[in-house]
């Protein structure tokens, strides 16, 4: 094991955030059996420090400990440091980060954790300064000190004690489902609405006092609350949390997509990273809230967040690459967290031509000599446009253009800024969620949005599937798809081709969509604890098989994997997807009931399996340009768009596509009446009469909420 310990091996792995520190005097090992065996060989703690490229914390701790040589001497010496990518191995993240929120009360990345050889963790924390401050124990006494305890024979008894108990207690929190089943809950989405209110900041918007994150699955629980009780206040809570986001400096301006979060209250200054996940799931709720509320702000947020996405995180071959950082380079060469989205109002004037033009939009967002951001401003809508017309004695028109002018002008300043560095990996799951959302754009605001969904859907499958082997995996960069796939990447990519199913009514992702199915049935579903693990069945053995239940930065996959198992069976001739979904639904149902706002999507997939989802089946050999308006003009919240040929034989090509030699529900009895195009619009067993207009059969499923 010599070679191992005496090299940091780093340099081997294609993940920007590992070949970060691949230069580190640090022998850092990857997360493996060579890593883990060493441990055991030389009788030593691992220290697992875990992140991601474009963290702000991990940056300094790096600079601050892993690139000072005498941390490293003491690091190499006395332990085995392993560095792992939260994005590459969410298990091994969600093990110990649950354990730190569980010893600390809260969590975050960095990640820093000591185990003994056999991964049971007795320290853990989140950044420590290399010297002691503000309170903050220093990483490097805090080495010493753990060296010392280690190597005294009762200390470390002591130690391994607390890793036992620390590992049961995680055990029991991710792994152990509840003895007995409970029923779902008829109203758990509204006892979780009510929730979401009263948690609710009715004056800034969102939840908390700061930071504040964006709680997406939170809006979409409001919205099909108020669809079934027609309560304002849902409704309310929803546009000032959406008002605020795209208000605040959460929101970027000048380029469209969203910042990870808001570090105060009123959201003006962000933590500057951009991540893939957000701005796929946010663009969804300002599309929902688009339908809901007719707001044309909401839809142009989506537009703005989508198109930005495709202009700086898509690959050549269409796949979604995962973040943006945080820090830039600043003119004089230093990192600077921020630096590429903040001004000041002298870099406006230089960067605008008019004067005015350039007054405007200093008033408009808020750019002052005093900033708000050590000394530089973060853009917020500052002044109302009305405001600024009055003030300026001109028509909204007017300040209309002169803004979108100044606009473009900053934009195309900022271009000549050093921009963010981008990781580059391509994850199945993140680039499921991302389709989805274009494939929901396409239904609610123009076809074209499918076409990115489209090749993202076809690069995935190239580069992360194994046809023969029905297999996902997880990551791909630089030529190198690695990493057997977890539950997130078979359910947010699965949930993304039923999505680019609905959107362009083309039956083969349909059939990846249950190929998927499948897979997650066979992988990840146990039916003796009646549920679905978040790591496969032959995957690597870790401390504890977790499950994936609450809702975080990404909705909870087991929510998710859920809800589809219960949608797709209706293009199913058994119940087998049926049977799961009830199932998983049951076995959760006590944590659903315990903290529904929590479970967010876990919420939402239960009210579906209890209520049922809306099936608009739409028997035409086209796409009636009518009738996709009408997505746009509705919400729907749980809905299946179930496209059916007119033409026989063309759906009969469709069934042997799928596998079938008879009819779903979904199709079954629903052909076309008198060769028309015919829509029918059913719920919970019940169905309009055929109908050639699908606003009708939609007008009619109103009365059944």
């Not at 010493?144 to 004690?161: H, K, L, V």
């Not at 829509?679 to 309009?688: D, F, I, L, P, W």
Request: hydrophobic share 35%; charged share 30%; glycine share 6%.
């Amino acid at each position: 094991m010599t070679e191992i310990a005496g090299r940091n091996r780093l340099d081997e792995e294609e993940s920007p955030y590992l070949r970060d520190h691949a230069d580190n005097p640090v022998n850092w090992q990857p997360w493996d059996d060579q890593a883990l065996e060493e441990a055991r060989e030389r009788d030593v703690p691992i220290f697992l420090s875990v992140g991601y490229s474009a963290c702000h914390w991990c940056h300094v701790m790096a600079d601050e400990s892993f690139a000072d040589e005498s941390v490293a001497e003491v690091l190499n010496e006395n332990f085995v440091p392993i560095k792992v990518d939260r994005e590459e191995r969410p298990d091994v993240d969600r093990i110990y980060q649950t354990l730190c929120q569980q010893v600390s009360g809260r969590g975050g990345w960095p990640l820093s954790v000591w185990l003994t050889p056999d991964q049971k963790p007795f320290y853990v924390g989140t950044y420590f300064p290399r010297e002691s401050r503000r309170g903050m124990p220093g990483f490097l006494e805090l080495l010493e000190d753990i060296t010392e305890s280690w190597n005294d024979s009762e200390e470390r008894a002591e130690m391994e004690d607390r890793a036992e108990k620390w590992t049961d207690a995680v055990e029991g929190e991710l792994e152990t489902v509840p003895d007995q089943p409970h029923e779902p809950d008829e109203d758990a989405v509204e006892q979780a609405a009510k929730a979401a209110v009263r948690a609710a900041d009715r004056e800034y918007g969102g939840w908390g006092s700061g930071p504040k994150f964006p709680h997406a699955g939170r809006l979409h629980i409001l919205l099909r609350a108020h669809q079934r009780t027609e309560r304002d206040v849902y409704l309310d809570v929803v546009e000032e949390t959406l008002d605020a986001m795209a208000n605040g400096g959460m929101y970027d301006h000048i380029g469209g997509g969203f910042h990870r979060y808001a570090t105060d209250r009123d959201w003006t200054v962000p933590h500057f990273e951009k991540m893939l996940y957000d701005n796929a799931e946010l663009p969804r709720a300002y599309l929902a809230g688009y339908q809901a509320t007719g707001k044309e702000r909401y839809a142009t947020v989506a537009r703005e967040t989508l198109d930005f996405v495709e202009r700086e995180l898509t690959d050549d071959d269409g796949g979604f690459f995962a973040t943006l950082d945080a820090q830039s380079e600043t003119d004089d060469g230093e990192r600077e967290e921020g630096a590429y989205y903040v001004w000041t109002p002298e870099e406006v004037q230089t960067a605008v031509d008019d004067e005015t033009d350039a007054e405007l939009f200093c008033e408009r967002y808020g750019v002052t000599r005093a900033g708000n951001f050590e000394g530089a401003t973060v853009l917020t809508f500052d002044r109302s446009l009305d405001s600024l017309a009055d003030e300026y004695d001109l028509t909204d028109e007017e300040i209309k253009d002169a803004l979108d002018r100044a606009r473009q002008q900053v934009a195309q300043r900022r271009d000549e800024r050093a921009r963010p560095h981008r990781d580059e990996k391509v994850l199945a799951s993140w680039n499921g969620l991302m389709i989805r959302a274009f494939g929901t754009a396409a239904l609610v605001l123009d076809e074209a949005y499918a076409e990115p969904a489209v090749a993202a859907a076809e690069s995935v499958l190239d580069t992360h599937w194994d046809e023969d082997e029905q297999r996902l995996k997880r990551r791909h960069k630089d030529g190198v798809t690695k990493i057997d796939g977890y539950l997130d990447d078979y359910a947010f990519f699965a949930r993304g081709t039923f999505e680019l199913f609905q959107a362009t009514r083309e039956v083969r992702w349909l059939a990846v969509t249950m190929d998927l199915a499948e897979a997650i049935e066979r992988e990840f579903y146990d039916p003796e604890a009646g549920t679905l693990y978040y790591t496969p069945k032959d995957g690597e053995s870790l401390i504890t098989r977790p499950q994936e239940l609450t809702d975080q930065s990404t909705p909870s996959s087991i929510g998710v994997a859920t809800e589809l198992l219960d949608k797709l069976d209706h293009f199913r001739t058994d119940d087998r997807f049926a049977e799961v979904a009830e199932t998983v639904i049951e076995t959760q149902g006590n944590n659903v009931k315990a903290n529904p706002l929590q479970h967010a999507s876990l919420t939402l997939a239960s009210d579906t399996v209890t209520y049922g989802t809306l099936e608009a089946t739409l028997v035409t050999d086209d796409k009636p340009e009518a009738w996709l308006e009408e997505f746009e003009d509705r919400y729907l919240g749980s809905r299946i768009v179930a496209w059916r040929p007119i033409d026989e034989e063309e759906y009969g090509e469709w069934l042997e596509t799928l596998g079938l030699d008879e009819d779903p529900s979904i199709w079954a009895d629903r052909d076309a009446r008198l060769d028309h195009k015919t829509a029918y619009v059913c719920r919970a067993r019940t169905c309009s009469p055929p109908r050639n207009q699908l606003s009708t059969a939609l007008a009619w499923s109103e009365h059944m909420l």
